[in-house]
């Protein structure tokens, strides 16, 4: 039991690690005594050797006992599972799956625990309480005694696996090990090798963040799926109504009423909001960038580009803030008094103003890089030929910087799309399908926001909803992407 | 060896009234900073009216320098600095009434690198006449884009591909292009930085050719780096050393008799 205590896959991490630096020095040696003295014989230089070796010893070890820690769950869980009274294991009301986090951490527990106290769990755990509790156990969960059984199976799982899981990476390492040594001679091509595996490895890296994107849609894709079982897709796409009703979903949610999410009002309320943002951010944006890479004084541009830039830090509950407190009961009253209409605090426009002023160093900034990044060669043959400043920025630099500004904007676009502090705090919570901006309205995530922050129960189909929408922004912000780059690309061409 | 100054001054001092007829633009005691440097001492020249003077001297000699200074393009460069008196048909071009885009418009320039703006051939030749408002309707700014690009010895290469982008072109192509450009908005000077350096020889005849016809009814400052090429079409010629004018005379002259040793030493390629 003592030496399987030590088998753990970070203590296994370390012991390749350590092979594979023994590897290296040794493998290092052994080349320069290869070369017999004579540097240029060898194909590659020691230092390729001694990494040729490294990599061997420690790559397929360390990616096998990744592996291995990744899918070991998949087979040890269903163990567990089998221990599981059905009552359970059928339950909609308490998925079988948090039953299962509890017992986890039991058998995560017991790793530490002398065999007495193992031998007391199955018992009647009551007498190690303390000991779990401990342990970081939610005790109280425990609440029938098929956890501790079942907590017993996936830990002994696990210590019948470890020896297998020591002798495979172990094994790997010191095959690698003994293989790379024994290959390391004057004309073996360490270096191509090398650089192979490097290459493999900034592959590896680059696609994590592929990765990533696909692991964001896959979290979301099986509850959206869930969620039009319940709700069909085209009511959720086409429905003119979000009115979720809260208190009529039963388990399988059939009673809920599949009109109440109408998807329309919300996307609605985004555009129209982010629309509103774009209007104020990106001509003022745009403007102070022009002004900033053509016609300021250098001295003038370092000190206003880090204070614009400032604005770009500043956290978005304080716009919020400033939106509630200031700007809403400022347009309040101009409309209401000034113009005789009809207006509240919160209100499209209020939200539109406030989020156009918070993106404007994201349009702004990258304009001003983009601009000042045209040759000075293109200004030169501008006013060479009579023209004005301003001719020259609108026929010459503008249309060359075109494709970097689009991007600024749609990057902007893409914030106003996602914001939601000043949402929350300065268009309300109504969802509704208006033209007027005057009126209250609500966006994709301040909906969401809604939708989980209450303490509801993750399965119903308004929780269930949430994913749906999440997937659907993800969308939209995809395809507007894809489009700016689609654009820059044509520009490109077209410019080079 | 005598004292620099006073001979370049004396080489280069005019020889009439600067304002009478027949000169175009007149420099007096011009420097040029950039920052502390200075990178042109005390140049004054005559540029006469429908004559072809070239600029000829070592690399990093101030050729570039000087001749920016006659359209003001030198205001573009922060740090630089022009000081001394020029003058276009007797008027102070450096004058706080004169309006240095309309001085540009008169001046016009062909720069030392090819800067073709990334729009369409026609676009690029058409960019003059459109901001100065030359032509009255589609037709006649056609026909200025013809005739330039004609001029420009370019016409039959570019004719089916005006819509493609004036970048895409070659090295020597936008040479050309460049030139054209300039030409399109005719102005009364024209200032061109080493108009042929990428140019093959068929091309370069061709611009020596346009050279010849623009003096007609323009003057033209031309910088070179080929003595063949200043000999070939220029009536006066200048020869500019680390910031000075040390002599400025005839072609003819400098070519066969020049009265500056250094001249001598540059024109039969002894240093430079
Ligand atoms: N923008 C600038 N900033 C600072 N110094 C400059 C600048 N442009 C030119 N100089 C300096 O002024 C001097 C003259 O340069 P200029 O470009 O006029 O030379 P040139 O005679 O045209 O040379 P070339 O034949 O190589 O084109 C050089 O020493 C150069 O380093
Ligand atoms: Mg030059």
Redesign the pocket.
Same mark, same amino acid.
């Given at each position: 039991m003592q030496a399987l205590d030590f088998v753990t896959a970070p203590n296994l991490a370390l012991v390749v690690l350590a092979l594979a630096v023994i590897g290296y020095i040794i493998g290092r040696v052994r080349a320069v005594a290869a070369s017999k003295g004579d540097p240029s014989s060898l194909h590659s230089r020691p230092g390729y050797h001694a990494a040729f070796v490294f990599i061997w010893t420690g790559l397929p070890a360390l990616v096998v006992l990744a592996a291995w820690v990744v899918l070991q769950p998949f087979y040890v869980e269903p163990k567990g599972y089998e221990v599981f009274p059905k009552s359970v294991m059928e339950s909609t009301t308490q998925p079988a799956d948090l039953k299962m986090d509890v017992v986890k951490s039991i058998a995560k527990a017991l790793e530490d625990f002398s065999p007495e106290q193992r031998e007391k769990l199955v018992l009647g755990f009551r007498d190690i309480e303390s000991a779990l509790d401990r342990a970081g156990v939610a005790v109280a969960e425990i609440d029938q005694s098929y956890m501790p059984r079942a907590a017993q199976v996936i830990f002994e799982t696990r210590q019948s696996l470890k020896p297998i899981m020591a002798a495979v990476v172990l094994g790997l390492a010191v095959i690698g090990f003994i293989f790379s040594i024994a290959v390391v001679s004057r004309r073996m091509r360490a270096r191509n090798r090398v650089e192979t595996a490097v290459r493999g490895m900034l592959i590896i890296a680059s696609s994590i963040a592929i990765l990533t994107t696909f692991g964001i849609v896959f979290a979301l894709i099986f509850d959206t799926i869930r969620f039009f079982s319940v709700v069909p897709f085209q009511d959720f796409l086409f429905g003119l109504t979000w009115d979720p009703t809260f208190q009529g979903a039963d388990e399988e949610g059939h009673s809920v009423d599949s009109r109440g999410f109408g998807f329309v009002p919300l996307i609605f309320g985004t555009v129209y909001i982010s629309f509103i943002a774009l209007l104020v951010a990106v001509p003022i944006g745009l403007f102070s960038a022009i002004y900033m890479a053509e016609f300021a004084t250098p001295r003038f541009r370092s000190i206003a580009k880090p204070v614009l830039e400032v604005l770009a830090g500043v956290p978005t509950i304080v716009y919020g803030f400033f939106a509630l407190v200031t700007v809403g009961p400022a347009l309040a009253e101009f409309f209401t008094n000034t113009l005789g209409l009809e207006a509240q605090g919160r209100s499209v426009l209020t939200a539109g103003i406030v989020m156009g002023i918070m993106i404007i160093p994201f349009v702004s900034s990258l304009s001003d890089d983009i601009i000042t990044a045209v040759p000075q060669s293109l200004r030169d043959a501008s006013l060479g030929l009579g023209a004005t400043k301003a001719e020259t920025v609108r026929i010459v630099l503008l249309p060359a910087a075109l494709p970097g500004i689009m991007a600024a904007v749609l990057l902007a676009a893409s914030r106003a799309i996602g914001e939601t502090m000043i949402v929350v705090l300065a268009a309300g919570a109504t969802a509704q399908i208006t033209a007027n901006p005057l009126e209250a309205m609500t966006t994709i995530t301040v909906t969401i926001v809604n939708l989980l922050k209450a303490d509801t129960d993750f399965t119903s189909p308004q929780a269930l909803s949430a994913y749906a929408l999440g997937i659907t922004l993800f969308v939209v912000t995809l395809v507007m992407n894809v489009y700016a780059l689609r654009i820059v690309r044509k520009y490109r061409e077209q410019y080079e | 060896m005598t004292d620099m100054t006073t001979t370049a001054a004396a080489a280069a001092a005019p020889a009439t009234d600067p304002n009478a007829v027949g000169y175009k633009m007149t420099a007096r005691n011009v420097d040029v900073y950039? =920052?502390e440097?200075r990178?042109i001492k005390d140049v004054s020249i005559d540029i006469l009216d429908r004559t072809v003077t070239a600029f000829i =001297?070592? /690399?990093?000699? =101030?050729? /570039?320098?000087?001749l920016r200074c006659l359209n003001r393009m030198n205001d573009t460069?922060d740090?630089?600095r022009v000081t001394g008196e020029i003058k276009l048909d007797g008027g102070d071009i450096y004058d706080r009434s004169v309006d240095p885009v309309q001085l540009r418009a008169r001046v016009g320039m062909v720069f030392?690198k090819p800067n073709p703006f990334p729009k369409s051939i026609y676009d690029n030749v058409a960019y003059g006449p459109r901001i100065h408002g030359l032509t009255r309707n589609k037709a006649d700014l056609d026909e200025i884009i013809e005739m330039s690009l004609r001029r420009a010895a370019m016409w039959d290469e570019v004719k089916d591909r005006l819509d493609e982008p004036g970048t895409g072109l070659s090295g020597g192509q936008q040479q050309r292009l460049c030139i054209a450009r300039a030409i399109a908005t005719s102005p009364e000077v024209l200032l061109m930085?080493?108009p042929a350096s990428a140019l093959d020889p068929i091309a370069t005849s061709k611009i020596e050719e346009l050279i010849d016809e623009l003096r007609q009814n323009f003057s033209i400052v031309i910088?070179t780096?080929s003595m063949q090429q200043a000999a070939r079409v220029s009536q006066k010629t200048a020869f500019?050393h680390l =910031?000075n004018l040390v002599e400025f005379d005839d072609t003819s002259k400098i070519f066969t008799n020049p009265s500056e040793e250094r001249t001598q030493d540059y024109i039969s390629g002894r240093f430079g």
């Open positions: - | 950039y =920052g440097t990178a =001297g070592p /690399s990093g000699c =101030g050729k /570039s320098t000087f460069i740090i630089c030392q930085d080493e910088v780096h500019f =910031g």
